[in-house]
């Protein structure tokens, strides 16, 4: 859902804010252009440069907004975002930040003409937070794109520029200079603080740092030099901002336009700079080597200084220097064997060592509504954490509060491991998918399956109630005597204002039109004090339900006498009892789990309260689940849908029809005309079909 991108969500800015105080700038700059800031303190020369390269650049500067999503509570949370890109081929290859569109639902981008262009994206790497999105378009057009220039080449003082759309504003250019070229996380943190899914950012970036300003929205759009080239691409912010260096921006770009993904070396040493005591100028320490791995194969043990590494010396005295060497270690062809050099008391030592293609460390989460789980498969990193022999079963990433894998008996919670369901394993989501389409087929209500999961290192059973529970309809209640108003109490401090401390009853707040009450002539304003000369004893707030109790236990139909102050006159009005309305429990739903979002028929105190006109028909939103395709479409409680897709609502059984033929359509947009309190407001969701279907599953 990308329509109404300029109602941007509190909770997203929120969650922006938060992301760019701890690390990922989302990324960001200041509504600033360069030109205008700088004013006479630049020489001309200095000015022309950088115009020039505003203009080489901004033609390709993108403005990218998403759907994208977040897990918890069991559930797929959708929120819309928005970030920063730059076109890097004339076919319309944009790169940007992995934490931007790497996990992105629906993409689109905004052009330097203002133009709006859907995206797909070609792939993307959270190790160094890049990710290649591609413009669709026919096959002949080109795009204006930017170059990479060489960013081995700045230097400290290189003054630089932040292009971007800081919070999701249009395009902007910040100056400022280059303010280190080697910039990582403070020691306190350790080298491997910044995570991004599990994936330790900063074992293998070395950023430039730089103090053009950026703020969230800034993600993903390029530093420039004074060359019109991309040196950068803009990703943190800690006090200085922080770019991913455009050597590591183009090769990951390359690959991933290549092959979908980037291939690397791994093999699983566990290192760490010299300690000081050890006097030594080169070399880097070993601190242990992975179980299984490569390394504990080749016969690195913890303890050992390494030397020499694929015929290239080894320095690590800083933490800035770790991640060199892990560059080092991920740009060896996969499986190729290396021969290493270490110091074991106080000898030499050749070891060699053959590279395995280095796993992702956290698998993708997806959302199993019949489980209400969260779910995923076992990487090697959980795997190793685990202490599990293999990577078979599938982990609880959370849980949905009341839904089955929740009232399950014991309970199965977040870190639990699946490894049987009804006694068959289950290695994979995708086992657990298919073993669920068996289990809920042709199936109306939920059904109970024996599960065997792990918890740490013991192994439990429990049963879990499979299956999306049916909405229940309520039934209709006996219909009651009831006098068509609504109604206050009148409270002892009320009636001492009213200069009637003695009197007790209710206080008319409504009269429905067009009914018994309106022609009996009740007002707005009228203190009923008796019923058929019966005292009505209501005087607390707690009280609200004595008048109604004392007309229901008349007939309906019958009539009835009220004795009523108006002012300071007491009158008596003689009433018919009509039968009350439908309760909102009583009344006929729907509930849609595609949309996540529930109606219902609407009612005579609907009607009464918002004053429709009896012809006005349709569904009325009951409930809007936060994170939901409707949520993020804007739909809202209270929400009279007249038409969806053009079709009209009636009532909720119409509602419920043409839903279920969208479902089988699967239209790109879905179309809803809503009556709001007095506004007609069109809300437009786009969703993803090919998600949805896999969710339900």
Partial sequence: MLGNRSKSKCH????????????VAGSCARVRHAGAVLGAKLSPEIRTAIELAVTTVRPALVRIHVVDVRYYGGREIKYEATGSGVIISEQGHVITNHHVAGK?????CTLSSKEEIEAERVGTDPLTDICVLKLRSDGGRKFPFARFGDSSKLQVGDRVLAMGSPLALSQSVTLGIVSNTELVMPGTWGPHEFEIEREPVGSIVVWIGHDAVIFPGNSGGPLVNLAGEIVGINEIRMGLSGAIPSNIARDVADALVDIGKVRRSWIGLELQPLLKASKRENGVLVSGAIENSPAEKAGFQPGDILVKFADQDVTVRFEEQLPRFTQLVTSIPVGEEVEAVVLRDGEERRLTVVTDERQPAREDTHELKPWGAAIRDISLLDARELQRADTNGVIIDSVRPGGPCDEARPAIIRGDVIAEVNDKPVNHVAELRAVTDRITEGQDEPVPVTVSFERKTERYMTVVKVGIRKLQQSGLEVRKAWVPVATQVLTRELAEALGIPDRTGVRVTQVYGGTAAEDAGLQVG???IELDGETIPASYPEDFQVFPTMVRQRKIGSEAELTVLRGEKEQKLTIQLVSSPKLEREMEKYRDDLFDFTVREVGFLDRAREKWDPDIAGALVE??????WAA???LAVGDLIQQVDGQT?????????????IAEKKPEYVVFKVLRRIHTI???IEPDWDTE?????
């Fill in 526 to 528: 009228d203190i009923i």
């Fill in 682 to 684: 069109y809300v437009e």
């Fill in 632 to 634: 993020l479409g804007e």
């Fill in 12 to 23: 997203i800015w929120l969650l922006f804010a938060l992301v760019a105080v701890l690390f």
């Fill in 104 to 108: 992105a639902k629906h993409i689109v």
């Fill in 693 to 697: 279907t896999e969710t339900r599953k």
């Fill in 649 to 661: 609502v009636t009532d909720v059984d119409a509602m419920k029809t043409i839903m279920e033929q």
């Fill in 623 to 628: 409930e809007v689940i936060e994170g939901g």
